[in-house]
T-cell receptor, first 114, second 111 residues
Framework: ETGVTQSPTHLIKTRGQQVTLRCSSQ?????VSWYQQALGQGPQFIFQ???????GRGNFPPRFSGLQFPNYSSELNVNALELDDSALYLC?????????????FGPGTRLTVL | GQQLNQSPQSMFIQEGEDVSMNCTSS?????WLWYKQDPGEGPVLLIA?????ELTSNGRLTAQFGITRKDSFLNISASIPSDVGIYFC???????????FGQGTRLTINP
């Protein structure tokens, strides 16, 4: 069974650029959530996708957007990058049903904005 | 929004000692999860709790879902060097899709 995978591992961008991060969910998991983790803090919820639709969003501006594909993989897009967007971006997948709260995380993408 | 208060923020212990950390909320949570995160890695799920009063073990780790549904604790017995890392509690509440995380407990072990 393959766990959650994310790409790329690291990324360096400059302010104002756009970035796309990718996530493949764990086998059989149809729900994907994205989190931002600043240095020294706990992860903060960005949004969740279920059946290719956004299914909940945290306190992040519209320049953070996402997609989910029929194979349950997902993308996180961030436009007009700001210095404060530098963080570890985590993708988590979960099973449908009663265990949907139990989320399994990928290794993350470290984004640095200069 | 909902917040989880996790304590202690850091712990410095000797190898072989037992460890205890806890998490509290002002609101009722439906699920409590405990994760461990190593530097530069994603959080790894240690224990998931789904019912008030539930006590679950995973090797040397034991966690409990508080009766009031507003707290949870994690115990680690006979600590070893590979236990070093940051431990996060997380939970979900009614109607929310997201996990809410505590601030983390950084565990350091002196050999």
């Amino acid at each position: 069974e393959t766990g959650v995978t994310q790409s790329p591992t690291h990324l360096i961008k400059t302010r104002g650029q756009q970035v796309t991060l990718r996530c493949s969910s764990q086998s059989g998991h149809n729900t994907v959530s994205w989190y931002q983790q600043a240095l020294g803090q706990g992860p903060q919820f960005i949004f969740q996708y279920y059946r290719e639709e956004e299914n909940g969003r945290g306190n992040f501006p519209p320049r953070f957007s996402g997609l989910q594909f029929p194979n349950y993989s997902s993308e996180l897009n961030v436009n007009a990058l700001e210095l404060d967007d530098s963080a570890l971006y985590l993708c988590a997948s979960s099973l449908p049903g009663p265990s949907t709260d139990t989320q399994y995380f990928g290794p993350g993408t470290r984004l640095t904005v200069l | 929004g909902q917040q989880l208060n996790q304590s202690p923020q850091s712990m410095f212990i000797q190898e072989g000692e037992d460890v205890s950390m806890n998490c509290t909320s002002s609101s009722i949570f439906n699920t409590w999860l405990w994760y461990k995160q190593d530097p530069g890695e994603g959080p790894v799920l240690l224990i998931a709790l789904y019912k008030a009063g539930e006590l679950t073990s995973n090797g040397r780790l034991t966690a409990q879902f508080g009766i009031t549904r507003k707290d949870s604790f994690l115990n680690i017995s006979a600590s070893i060097p590979s236990d070093v890392g940051i431990y996060f509690c997380a939970g979900t509440y009614q109607g929310a899709q997201k996990l809410v995380f505590g601030q983390g407990t950084r565990l350091t072990i002196n050999p």
